[in-house]
């Protein structure tokens, strides 16, 4: 599928999985890019991390982390390009790890960003060895 950079495409969670999750637990939709406000930015999801605790997420169980929210686009990290900077400490074309979840493009006020730098030399690493799932694997060799 080819994607249309004046639409947004977004994943929603829109039923709880029972065992394994399937198509139906979701939707495909697509919107009208966002557009940043003063002190806004916006982003356009280059890389989609996709973890094995976003099952956890799934359910409305309790658990460490609050339940992804349903008919909302899924959570999860991405490496992300500023499509659109107005916000001071972002330009267009840096490279952020954020959590913008399954879409496209989302609107960021700049709050939980890690910035990568305009030209970082393998931006997904952010996403795998140097992220979370990394940080997890050596923790659990401590």
Do not use: C
């Amino acid at each position: 599928m080819t994607a249309n950079r004046d639409r947004n495409r977004q994943i929603l969670l829109v039923s709880r999985p029972i065992g394994a999750p399937t198509a139906e637990n979701f939707r495909l939709v697509e919107t009208d890019k966002p557009q940043p406000a003063e002190g806004e930015l916006l982003l356009r999801t280059i890389y989609l991390s996709l973890d094995p605790y976003m099952r956890g997420r799934m359910s409305d169980r309790a658990s460490y982390a609050e339940p992804a929210p349903l008919n909302q686009p899924m959570l999860g990290g991405t490496v992300s390009r500023v499509e659109i900077s107005r916000h001071p400490d972002f330009k267009e074309g840096d490279w952020v790890l954020a959590y913008s979840g399954w879409q496209d493009y989302a609107i960021s006020d700049g709050t939980g960003l890690t910035p990568l730098g305009p030209q970082p030399e393998n931006p997904s690493y952010a996403l795998g060895i140097m992220g979370m799932p990394g940080f997890t694997a050596y923790m659990g060799l401590l």
